[in-house]
C-alpha cells in the first residue's frame, strides 16, 4: 500500500509538534477575514489527522489560536473500527458503515470512532482481531485499522 499522501496546513501553534492528533472541525467565521485562511481551510471536515513535520520557520498571526498558528505536514490517521467479520479482508476497499447505532452499547465508541466518515471509503491496513467485548446483538466483528482511501 503506497505511504499516506502528505497536506501542508496550519495549526495552532499549541499543536505544532510531532505526532499530535486532531480532528478537523472546518471553518470558523472569525476566519473570514484572514488573509491565510486558505491555508488553515485546506483539510476535510470530520476526518482525523497526525502531525508529521513541524515548519518551525513559518508562524502567522490567528484571530482563533492564542500564539498564532504554525504550518506543519499532516496526514490522515488510520483509525481503529469495528467491522463486520466479512469484510474484514486485509487492503480490500470498504464503504464504511456503522454496525449497530445502539448509543448504550459496550462497543459503540468502536462502531462510531471519532474521525471516520459514515459513508467514505476506506482500505482495511491491519486485523487488529475480536472486539474486547461481544457484540450484544450478536453480530460477528473484527477490530481493524482503516486508511482513507
Known sequence: MPAPK???????????????????????????????RKACNNLQKGKMYRVTVVRESSRHECPVHLGGVCA????????????????????????????CNRADCK???????????????????EILGNPPDGCERGRVLKLVELQSQ
Open 6 to 36: 502528505t497536506k501542508i496546513t496550519l495549526v495552532g501553534s499549541a499543536m505544532a509538534r510531532h505526532g499530535v492528533e486532531f480532528i478537523y472541525e472546518g471553518e470558523l467565521s472569525a476566519c473570514n477575514a484572514c488573509k491565510v
Open 72 to 99: 506543519v505536514e499532516v496526514v490522515e490517521s488510520p483509525l481503529v473500527a469495528l467491522i463486520g467479520a466479512d469484510m474484514a479482508i486485509l487492503n480490500s476497499t470498504i464503504q464504511y458503515s456503522a454496525p
Open 107 to 125: 462497543i459503540f465508541e468502536l462502531c462510531h470512532p471519532e474521525g471516520i466518515v459514515e459513508g467514505a471509503r476506506y482500505v482495511v491496513t
